[in-house]
């Protein structure tokens, strides 16, 4: 038994349109201070239905690894 890529094919619940190709994803206008975006939207480009969104910013801090030479004897 063989599968073809339209028996997996995706299908938007809003406008039927059927296909991978409709499924994209576009960053938020909201940036960090680095210019990242905070999230993405996942969303049928032919209608606008919106499946997911998926963070992207994360807030961290620089730690330093705190490092120490043996004296020597």
Do not use: D
């Not at 039927?16 to 210019?35: C, F, H, L």
């Amino acid at each position: 038994m063989t599968e073809t890529s339209e028996t997996a094919a995706p299908k938007c619940p809003s406008c039927s349109i059927v296909g991978v190709e409709y499924i994209v994803s576009t960053p938020s206008r909201e940036r960090s201070k680095a210019k990242q975006p905070w999230f993405y939207i996942i969303h049928c480009s032919a209608c606008g239905h919106v499946y997911n969104t998926l963070s992207k910013h994360t807030f961290t801090q620089a730690v330093t690894p705190n490092f120490v030479l043996p004296k020597p004897s």
